[in-house]
């Protein structure tokens, strides 16, 4: 196979490669001649269909698969054959507008050279946490505050209480809203409404009316409050109090622990926390690492069409978030630009993790891939569906196998660098 490299860029190649026209044209005929023994057309005996007609009717699709697959090995080849290390997705288009000659042009970018890459004197902080007794208390409580009940009282509101409430403000003589009042409920000291509003809450009892003045943060959702001293009205409708459920069995049993044990109940909440916790410290670990990577090769060049896509993407999901979290978002042609420093360390960081697995031959764990995978799936109510999902979902199981890797490489680096361990409670470890 003849090829050419040529640089254009300190990153960027373009590649000219030819195909094996006798493998081509080989393999074409194999798989047609596969496809006439098994194929059923209508007028056809099976296994007796004249080649003309397979030909007409399948060989343009078998053309395409078997080229496209031999274009992907060949440029892999070509690749291997040349030691380069690619960087992102390549580009590949004909060479030439003739159908008739399988040559082709492949562009794209390559790993900068890192050098030999010593992680020896990173310093790492590498937090370590527990789950202890009081950390599960603490999740009974919360799991008895989701399922509380409320009960109407008379007396003034209080931390605690769901307050039903109208409200209208007015800001530079400007009624909001013009008609009416908005209606809705805040549970006092939930963070729900502003701390100023919550405190003119407390001590008031249904139908009570005040009006307070209110100044509303510089970056508040409504523009036109923004920054501003509003009088805001507030009348209260009902002021309930909360009533938390035993800890007996019928409520645990709504967990879906159908024994309604305790023991058996803080066991399971145990599980969960432990499994949380784990995830959380392997995001500050990877946070870490990270970190110290990019402060010690922040002046090695990234392939810069490798840190646009990236940027691209990062801007496509923070726009997808904000349009589930309800809020409006358009992906303008710029928007990527506010995220390219995070792209470019999101780059440098993945290319180095890559390196660092290549360099010292680390090789992907299987059982450390079941193990995450079955960690998941027990976040589910049918763990053996999600498991049979991803066993069955190439592009799951790739997603899976890079993170494991990750993960892998990031213990791997920890474990070599210069470390220290800071412990931290419970609730400090799991806070992002």
């Known amino acids: 196979m003849q090829v050419s490299v040529e640089s254009l860029g300190a990153l960027e190649r373009r590649m000219t490669f030819n195909l094996p026209s006798d493998r081509y044209q080989s393999e074409v005929g194999g798989r047609l001649r596969e496809i006439s023994r098994t194929a059923r057309i ?57 159908a008739d000659e399988l040559a082709y042009v492949a562009t794209f970018e390559v790993v900068p050279d890192f050098g030999d890459i010593d992680v020896s004197g990173l310093k790492i902080v590498r937090n370590t946490s527990e789950v202890k007794d009081a950390d599960i208390d603490t999740m009974v409580e919360n799991l008895r505050l989701q399922r509380r009940s409320w009960n109407e009282v008379e007396r003034g509101a209080q931390d605690g209480d769901a307050v039903e409430l109208e409200t209208f403000s007015t800001v530079e003589g400007e009624r909001m809203p013009a008609e009416g009042a908005e209606r809705g409920t805040t549970v ?63 409520f645990i049993k709504s967990f879906g622990i159908r024994s309604g044990d305790v023991e058996q ?44 896509n990236e940027a691209r993407d990062m801007a496509a999901q923070a726009v997808e978030q904000a349009r589930r979290q309800g809020r409006n978002a358009e992906l303008s ?63 799951l199981m790739r997603g899976l196998q890079g993170r494991v890797m990750e993960e892998q490489v990031i213990d791997w680096i920890a474990e070599r660098a210069e470390h220290t361990e800071q412990p931290l409670e419970f609730a400090d470890a799991i806070r992002q």
């Not at 060949?74 to 004909?94: D, H, M, T, W, Y």
């Not at 502003?194 to 523009?223: H, N, S, T, Y």
């Not at 290549?358 to 995450?372: C, G, H, I, M």
């Not at 569906?385 to 190439?394: F, K, M």
Request: hydrophobic share 40%; net charge negative.
């Open 265 to 308: 109940f803080r066991s399971d909440i145990r599980s969960n926390l432990e499994r949380e916790l784990k995830g959380a410290l392997m995001s500050r670990l990877r946070r870490e690492v990270s970190e110290q990577l990019v402060a010690a090769y922040a002046e090695v060049e990234m392939p810069p069409k490798l840190v646009e």
């Open 42 to 98: 209508k007028g056809f005996r099976p296994g007796r269909i004249p080649p003309k007609v397979i030909e007409q009717r399948f060989g343009q699709q078998v053309r395409a698969e078997v080229l496209d697959a031999l274009v992907r090995d060949s440029f892999g080849n070509a690749v291997r054959e040349q030691s380069l290390k690619i960087a992102g997705s390549p580009a590949i288009e004909p060479a030439s507008d003739n």
């Open 333 to 395: 042609a710029d928007a990527h630009v506010q995220f390219m420093d995070s792209a470019r360390k999101r780059v440098l960081v993945g290319l180095l993790v890559g390196e660092v697995a290549r360099s010292n031959d680390l090789k992907l764990d299987p059982k450390r891939v079941n193990e995450t995978l079955n960690l998941i799936a027990s976040t589910y109510e049918e763990p053996e569906q999600v498991i049979e999902l991803y066993r069955n979902d190439q592009d």
């Open 188 to 250: 006092i000291g939930s963070g729900g409404m502003l701390p100023a509003i919550e405190a003119e809450l407390k001590g008031m009892k249904a139908g009570d009316e005040k009006e307070v003045d209110v100044q509303f943060p510089a970056d508040w959702r409504v523009p036109a409050l923004a920054g501003k001293t509003v009088v805001v009205n507030l009348k209260v409708g009902k002021v309930s109090e909360p009533h938390l459920p035993e800890v007996d069995a019928g």
